[in-house]
Protein backbone atom coordinates (compact mmCIF):
# COMPACT_ATOMS: atom_id res chain seq x y z
CA UNK A 1 0.00 0.00 0.00
CA UNK A 2 0.77 3.77 0.32
CA UNK A 3 3.22 3.52 3.11
CA UNK A 4 6.76 4.18 4.27
CA UNK A 5 7.08 0.53 5.98
CA UNK A 6 7.47 2.65 9.49
CA UNK A 7 5.45 -0.52 10.61
CA UNK A 8 7.37 -3.21 9.46
CA UNK A 9 10.23 -1.28 10.76
CA UNK A 10 9.11 -1.02 14.63
CA UNK A 11 7.63 -4.96 14.15
CA UNK A 12 11.49 -5.89 13.17
CA UNK A 13 13.19 -3.85 15.69
CA UNK A 14 11.56 -5.34 18.58
CA UNK A 15 12.95 -7.57 20.96
CA UNK A 16 12.00 -10.35 24.02
CA UNK A 17 10.76 -11.63 21.80
CA UNK A 18 12.46 -10.64 18.56
CA UNK A 19 10.26 -10.82 14.94
CA UNK A 20 11.83 -13.72 14.04
CA UNK A 21 11.78 -15.66 17.28
CA UNK A 22 7.67 -14.52 17.22
CA UNK A 23 6.98 -16.20 13.52
CA UNK A 24 9.16 -19.60 14.53
CA UNK A 25 7.73 -20.19 17.94
CA UNK A 26 4.39 -19.77 16.51
CA UNK A 27 4.61 -21.70 13.65
CA UNK A 28 3.80 -18.85 10.78
CA UNK A 29 4.71 -19.83 7.63
CA UNK A 30 5.19 -15.57 6.18
CA UNK A 31 4.34 -16.13 1.97
CA UNK A 32 5.54 -13.04 1.26
CA UNK A 33 6.28 -9.23 2.31
CA UNK A 34 7.48 -6.48 0.03
CA UNK A 35 10.73 -5.71 2.53
CA UNK A 36 11.71 -9.38 3.74
CA UNK A 37 10.02 -11.59 0.52
CA UNK A 38 12.45 -12.96 -2.03
CA UNK A 39 9.71 -13.68 -4.88
CA UNK A 40 10.07 -11.20 -7.53
CA UNK A 41 7.78 -10.66 -11.19
CA UNK A 42 6.25 -13.79 -12.27
CA UNK A 43 7.55 -15.64 -9.42
CA UNK A 44 5.37 -13.06 -6.89
CA UNK A 45 2.33 -12.92 -8.79
CA UNK A 46 2.44 -16.62 -9.18
CA UNK A 47 2.71 -17.22 -5.54
CA UNK A 48 -0.14 -14.24 -5.21
CA UNK A 49 -2.41 -16.04 -7.36
CA UNK A 50 -2.30 -19.35 -6.23
CA UNK A 51 -3.53 -17.27 -2.53
CA UNK A 52 -6.50 -15.78 -4.61
CA UNK A 53 -7.66 -19.10 -6.16
CA UNK A 54 -7.61 -21.06 -2.85
CA UNK A 55 -4.53 -23.16 -3.95
CA UNK A 56 -2.30 -21.84 -1.06
CA UNK A 57 -3.68 -21.64 2.22
CA UNK A 58 -4.06 -18.03 3.61
CA UNK A 59 -5.13 -17.46 7.41
CA UNK A 60 -4.28 -13.62 7.81
CA UNK A 61 -3.71 -11.24 5.16
CA UNK A 62 -1.88 -7.84 6.61
CA UNK A 63 -1.97 -4.62 4.13
CA UNK A 64 0.12 -2.25 5.59
CA UNK A 65 -0.18 1.12 4.39
CA UNK A 66 -2.93 3.32 2.64
CA UNK A 67 -5.35 2.20 -0.20
CA UNK A 68 -4.14 4.77 -2.93
CA UNK A 69 -7.22 5.35 -5.37
CA UNK A 70 -5.56 8.38 -7.93
CA UNK A 71 -7.41 10.64 -9.27
CA UNK A 72 -11.45 9.85 -9.92
CA UNK A 73 -10.64 5.93 -8.72
CA UNK A 74 -8.18 4.94 -11.21
CA UNK A 75 -5.53 3.49 -9.13
CA UNK A 76 -3.21 4.58 -11.37
CA UNK A 77 -0.84 5.79 -8.68
CA UNK A 78 -0.87 2.29 -7.52
CA UNK A 79 0.37 -0.13 -9.80
CA UNK A 80 1.48 -4.01 -9.31
CA UNK A 81 1.31 -6.78 -11.87
CA UNK A 82 0.24 -4.50 -14.49
CA UNK A 83 -2.91 -4.02 -12.77
Known amino acids: G???SGNTMSFLNASDPTACDLIA???I???WHPSLGLELGENL???LW???LGNTQL???VF???VVNA???TGEWNRFADR
Open 2 to 4: GAC
Open 25 to 27: DFG
Open 29 to 31: NLL
Open 45 to 47: QTL
Open 50 to 52: NCV
Open 59 to 61: DIL
Open 64 to 66: EGS
Open 71 to 73: PNG
